[in-house]
Each structure stands twice: as C-alpha cells, then as structure tokens.
C-alpha cells in the first residue's frame, strides 16, 4: 500500500474537509492520549481489559481480551457488576484535548463518532455549544420498545426520541455504548452476538448515521484494527460513505491483519504521531 509522501500537506487539507463537513471523524481511545498522562480511564481495550481484571479473578487466558473478560464477569458475578465496574471506570471524564475541542467547533460537522465509552467528545460538544443530539449503542441487557439497537439523547442529556435528536446539526455517535449519561454500553460477548449478526444488513445503525455518511468521507484517529470486532465495526459503520477513507496510524507498529484490513477497505495510512496530526488539524481553523 502506498503511503503519502508529503503528510503535512494532506493533514492540512482533511482539517479543512472536516471543517467543511466532508469527513467524518472517526475516533478510537487513543485520542485520550492527546492530554497529559495520568490518564483517568483505559486508553485502549486491552487496558481496559487488565483494569477489570483487577476488580474481579478472571482466567488468565482470556485476560488481555476485553470482551471475553467482559462476559466472564457477566457469566459469573451478574451483569450488574459488569455495569457497576463500567460506569466506575468510565465515570472521570478526561479534559478534552486540542483535537476535542477543535472538532466540537466545527459547527458545519454532521457527524462525529467517537468507538470509545468515555464522556469526553460529549463534554467537549457541552462546553462549546447546544445543537448537538448524542445516538449511543444499548446493550442486549438494556434494550426495550422499538428501537432496541440505540437510545438518542438532547445536549443536555435527557432522552429524547430519534427523530428529534436528528434535528440536531452535529450528532455524535457512540456505537459501542457510552458510561454517560445512562451508563449503557456494550461490553460482553453476549452484547456483540446479536449487533454482530445484524450490523452487516446496518439494522442496527440509526436512520440519521446512514444518511449523513452517505456523501462523507472518513478519518481515522487514534483507531487500531488488531481485533475482529474492532474491524467489523469500522467497515460497517463506514462502508456506505462516499469516501475517500484515511487513518493516522503508526504504519510500522501496525499487524499484519490490521493492514491487509486497511488495503482491502481502501484506507490510505498516514503515518504520523497522533499529537502532530491533531496539531496541523487544529492549525486549519481557530478553536471556538
């Protein structure tokens, strides 16, 4: 796969996109990495995995995969345990970056998602402005009336019903559930079995999420792709966008499985740190 010569440029030139609502920023736990350490909440799901475990016994051999840590916890101690640990973790919200509140002042970005369980894309939007709505994922455990796949919820945090959250001019969109404002998420295997099985068909994905992707293009950051899960989310949320498609990855420390998964969805890899794409990002409007 041919990786761009010149980054700083094409960086430079995606902030403007995104600016101007053509991109949609696609964002993984990593982009928790832009503030200074200590961090208050797992960066990554293998980090999250190793938090829970020190809350509950967990085999050894599954200790470093999350959502099989996940549903051993919901097997054996209750899925309200799982929950109980989840929002304790996730309760802290981490300040927002550079890269945060630089994205929640692009009042002409239709859509944000953000893959991780934190508040801080949420706060970020609070901080800056009010026409947002939040569409978050809901777990198996959770799921009632008739739309069992997602909840939608005002700026302010009250539920709301879909079609007046998609009114909003910026959605942020949490696939995987979010600790705030219910404490919702999907965790375990048993969560990811049904959501698997149907997300492929997009059953699961809010009307508003299909169409506003439908003429965007999509950045990765702070995303990685070493799990099964982890791809099969980021093709299906992003294969009915128009394109084009780029992620600011570590090409070297990428797996193999990770870049035959970004050669076979077109995915052009710009290999740089994190920190300085955001910067460059941020460099192309003021933040509000």
Not at 101 to 110: E, F
Not at 205 to 230: S, W
Not at 235 to 254: F, M
């Amino acid at each position: 796969m041919n990786i761009p010569a010149a980054p700083h440029e094409i960086v430079a030139d995606l902030g403007r996109q995104i600016a101007a609502g053509h991109l949609i920023p696609f964002l993984g736990p990593e982009v928790l990495t832009l503030t200074p350490e200590p961090w208050p909440v797992p960066t990554g799901a293998r980090e999250l995995s190793q938090r829970l475990c020190k809350r509950v016994a967990v085999p050894g051999r599954i200790r470093n995969n999350m959502w099989h840590t996940a549903q051993y916890i919901e097997t054996f101690r209750h899925r309200m345990t799982l929950d109980k640990l989840m929002l304790e973790i996730f309760k802290p919200v981490p300040e927002p970056s550079l890269l945060h509140r630089w994205l929640a002042g692009r009042t002409q970005l239709p859509l944000i998602i953000d893959t991780w369980y934190d508040g801080t894309m949420a706060q970020a939007l609070a901080e800056a402005r009010s026409d947002w709505a939040l569409f978050q994922g809901t777990s198996k455990a959770r799921r009632t009336g008739d739309a069992p796949w997602f909840r939608s919820y005002a700026a302010d945090g009250s539920e709301v019903a879909s079609a007046e959250a998609a009114k909003a001019t910026t959605i942020l969109y949490k696939p995987h559930g979010a600790a705030l404002p219910a404490g919702d998420v999907l965790a375990s295997d048993a969560d990811y079995v049904e959501v698997l099985t149907d997300i492929d068909i997009q059953t699961p994905i809010p009307d508003t999420i299909k169409e506003r992707r439908t003429e965007m293009g999509v950045i990765f950051l702070g995303c990685r792709f070493y799990d099964q899960i982890l791809r099969t989310f980021a093709r299906c949320l992003t294969k009915h966008s128009k394109g084009p498609r780029y992620a600011v990855v570590p090409w070297d420390d990428l797996t193999p499985n990770e870049k035959k998964f970004m050669e076979i969805e077109k995915i052009t890899p710009i290999s740089m740190p994190l920190a300085q794409a955001a910067e460059i990002l941020a460099a192309t409007a003021p933040v509000l």
